[in-house]
């Protein structure tokens, strides 16, 4: 082990108990040519310094909860190989989240973003059990398909600057969660979510920096998701106001 | 450490029971990486801005009188105008470049039972559609159209 290359990792660290603002701490360690950005997070954790926190769970970039920023960008720990970084890796919390301690980040928030979006098919109807299942082609699987994707992993939310700046913003993947219900040949629900849309700090508040599909690691393109939305929100808005009951037969 | 965020940003209906510190921005916004394309995106509406007032000093010019018009036509020779409108020009096609880029995948996948075209056929069609619309408006500008 001693034989390896080592790293320089500047970490943040936040102990609420005690810091009144997050500080960073170095620690140089030998390093494996194969490791990813949480190998070396755990060597510290589990070798060199037990009081460091930070969330982790598959390693195989599929559970969304090893998110954190190396050198800046929102990244997936699990999926970042260190080969790819120089002598010296910073490693903070995801931006635009408040800290709970070192690398862990608040999700509540994130969660009752999610949840205002109805992230569930919606059916006016329930199907009876011996009506069988809801069918659907391929083509109508394809249309949300590439939406469902989506693991949670926040890096979206951390890359946004419009989530900076404005509390009240759903955000890239809740947005991009409700559209791919709102797109769901199943569902018929787009009414209620597409209130939820219309209103303040929602699909008109994204400027489309397009940052959240530049770090999505699982080629979710919310971006895209959320500028569908205004789309399809203004188009039932317009319904509205011109065909009789809005276009609702 | 980056700069603060909205301290309120991502921030629970119901606070937890635990301090938290306060949510940092992106490090590298606003202008470092992927950001500097889009806060220049941002800044370049200063320039429609001035650009409206240029048109409104126009039509005021236009409805006044031909001399006000012609002195109007020679202040614009002056060659800080004409930076501003070389300017100008670069702004709407960096503007216009990168709308265009991300036009396409705005599309959703069908409105009531049509599906848009291809994001390629999409793509032409904008820019085919702008360069067909700046040759008309530079013809009828130059005088070789309506004269």
Redesign the interface.
């Known amino acids: 082990m001693s034989d390896l290359p080592k790293k320089k990792f500047v970490i943040?660290r936040?102990d609420?108990d005690v810091?009144e603002?997050?500080k960073?701490q170095e620690y140089e360690i030998p390093v494996e040519p194969d490791w990813k950005v949480l190998d070396a997070l755990n060597f510290i954790k589990d070798e060199i310094d037990g009081t460091l926190s930070h969330r982790w769970s598959c390693r195989m970039a599929v559970c969304g909860s090893c998110g954190m920023?190396v050198n800046?960008?929102?990244k997936l720990t699990c999926k970042e190989t260190l080969a790819d970084y120089g002598d010296t890796v910073e490693v903070?919390p995801l931006?635009?989240?408040?800290?709970?301690?070192d690398l862990v980040?608040?999700l509540?928030?994130?969660?009752?973003k999610f949840k205002s979006v109805k992230p569930w098919i919606i059916r006016a109807k329930e199907l009876a059990v011996d009506e069988g299942p809801m069918r659907q082609s391929p083509e109508e699987l394809?249309?949300?398909k590439q939406f469902s994707m989506c693991i949670n992993c926040m890096l979206c939310?951390?890359?946004c600057?419009v989530?900076?700046?404005?509390?009240e913003f759903l955000?890239p993947a809740a947005i991009a969660l409700g559209h791919r219900y709102n797109?769901d040949s199943r569902d018929e629900g787009a009414e209620r979510r597409n209130e939820v849309f219309r209103g303040e700090g929602t699909v008109f508040s994204c400027?489309?920096?397009?940052?959240c599909s530049?770090v999505c690691p699982k080629h979710v393109?919310p971006?895209?998701a959320v500028?569908?939305a205004?789309?399809?929100a203004v188009?039932d808005w317009a319904k509205g106001l011109v065909l009789p009951r809005g276009g609702e037969s | 450490?980056?700069r603060a965020?909205?301290p309120?940003?991502?921030?629970?209906?119901?606070p937890?029971s635990?301090?938290?510190?306060?949510?940092?921005?992106?490090?590298?916004?606003?202008m470092?990486?992927?950001?500097r394309a889009?806060t220049l995106f941002?800044w370049t509406g200063l320039i429609y801005l001035i650009l409206g007032f240029m048109a409104l000093e126009i039509v005021w010019a236009l409805g006044t009188g031909k001399a006000e018009w012609v002195a109007l036509m020679e202040r614009f020779q002056n060659p800080i105008y004409v930076i501003f409108h070389v300017l100008a020009l670069v702004s709407v096609i960096f503007v216009g470049v990168r709308f265009f880029g991300?036009f396409p995948?705005?599309?959703?996948?069908?409105?009531g039972p049509v599906k848009p075209p291809p994001q390629p056929v999409i793509l032409g069609g904008l820019y085919v559609a702008w360069i067909g619309i700046s040759a008309v408006f530079s013809l009828i500008l130059s005088g070789a159209l309506f004269r």
């Not at chain 1, 400027?207 to 940052?211: G, M």
């Open positions: 943040t936040f609420p810091d603002v997050p960073t920023m800046g960008e929102p903070s931006a635009n989240f408040p800290i709970v301690r980040v608040e509540d928030g994130f969660m009752d394809e249309e949300f939310y951390s890359a600057p989530v900076a700046n404005e509390p955000g797109v400027s489309f920096a397009n940052e530049e393109d971006a895209a500028n569908q205004k789309f399809n188009i | 450490m980056a965020s909205h309120h940003a991502m921030h629970p209906k119901k937890g635990t301090r938290t510190a306060a949510p940092q921005m992106p490090p590298k916004f606003p470092a990486g992927r950001y889009y941002d991300f995948k705005s599309q959703p996948p069908r409105i």
